[in-house]
């Protein structure tokens, strides 16, 4: 493992200071930065990182000035288990619990499971394995001339077909969310970016503090489902998020594109289930490993519409 120097502050403020110091980054519950460091992933590493989980009270879920706000180290397992998150925000508790493991549930933030990096297996190896344009702006996309059968459906942002592996991210979509950081308040549909080995659009120095979900209208019912290969614990094939009353609502997939996907087409076809199924896959261009995808987008979404009738 890469060796590294732990910060410990007691502030955000303290926080924000040692991020932006070179070569640092932000630690929550280390389920995806510790991996990482353990595999020299990338020549630029951190050599110094920030643990958030000595500041206090960053980790919370109340209802306040009509919206859940929920802080960001606040564990995915409290999410999941959280009674007010269950009765009102369920496509979030369900995306919460369907995340990884329990043991991973445990120790991950919301906070983290937003700014993970991608999982894709060219990219998650040592550094010069492949020559991942993630990685090397020289690089190419390797998924794309090999094995991509868990990659994008609908194209390619900046020329990488790694999906956006957040379960939770789909789910905010659809419930409307802010991220609150350091810096700014952004719709969740806004947060996400291909940059490098990024995923968002943080500055290196900039925290999430806060997820901020307004409280749905009344009458609205929310689903969060996902196809995943192994069902004990395993990233989405697909998974869609549905947040509606009646016609009206918000539909996002997860695991088929670079960013959560937004399905405003099969938004349109609500409340039909099998036509917003239809409507949602209708831009999809499978990779020559992945066509299974389209299907699996058509069922999901039928099925969730359906469940939120
Ligand atoms: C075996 C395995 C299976 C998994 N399966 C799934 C799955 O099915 N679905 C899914 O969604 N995820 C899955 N994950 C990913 C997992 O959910 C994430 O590792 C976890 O949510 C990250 O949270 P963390 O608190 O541990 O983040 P960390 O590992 O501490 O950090 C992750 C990244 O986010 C940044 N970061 C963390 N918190 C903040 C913050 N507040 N502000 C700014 N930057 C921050 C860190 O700098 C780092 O780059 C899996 C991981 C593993 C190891």
Redesign the pocket.
């Known amino acids: 493992m890469k060796e590294f120097t732990l910060v410990k502050p007691l502030s955000i403020d303290d926080a924000v200071s040692a991020l932006g110091e070179a070569n640092s ?11 990482k460091m353990k595999s020299y992933y990338s020549p630029t590493m951190p050599d110094t990182l920030v643990n ?1 989980k000595t500041i206090p009270d960053m980790a919370y879920i109340k209802e306040e000035s009509g919206m859940l706000k929920i802080g ?1 180290l606040t564990t ?1 397992t409290d999410i999941a288990e959280s009674s007010t998150v269950k009765s009102n925000y369920s496509a979030l508790a369900e995306a919460a619990r ?3 493991t329990p043991e ?1 549930r445990n ?3 919301i ?3 937003l ?3 991608v999982w894709c297996w060219y990219l998650r190896t040592e550094w010069n394995h492949f020559n991942c344009l993630r990685k090397n702006p020289n690089g190419i996309c390797q998924a794309l001339l090999g094995d991509n059968r868990y990659h994008s459906i609908f194209g390619a942002v900046a020329g990488c077909v790694a999906v956006n ?4 991210a789909p789910a905010l979509v659809a419930l409307d969310a802010k991220i609150v950081t350091t810096n700014q308040t952004v719709d969740v549909g806004d947060f996400f970016t291909v940059d490098g080995e990024n995923t968002t659009i ?1 500055d290196d120095d900039e ?2 503090t806060e997820i901020q979900v307004p409280t749905p209208a009344s009458g609205t019912k929310s689903a969060f489902i996902k196809y995943s290969q192994r069902k004990s ?4 094939l697909v998974s869609v998020a549905v947040a509606r009353a009646g016609s009206s609502g918000r539909i996002c997939l997860g695991g088929v594109y670079n960013l959560p996907m937004r399905a405003e087409s099969a938004e349109a076809a609500l409340p039909d289930a099998e036509a917003a199924g239809e409507a949602a896959a209708s831009g999809a261009s499978a990779l020559p490993n992945n066509s299974y995808k389209i299907q699996l987008v058509k069922t999901l979404v039928k099925r969730a519409v359906a469940t939120t009738a």
Not at 25 to 35: E, K, M, Q
């Open positions: 980054a932000a630690l929550a519950g280390g389920t995806d930065l510790l991996g958030l960001a995915l369907k995340v990884a991973l120790a991950g933030t906070g983290g499971n700014c993970q990096g592996p957040s379960d939770t943080l925290i999430v614990f395993d990233f989405a």
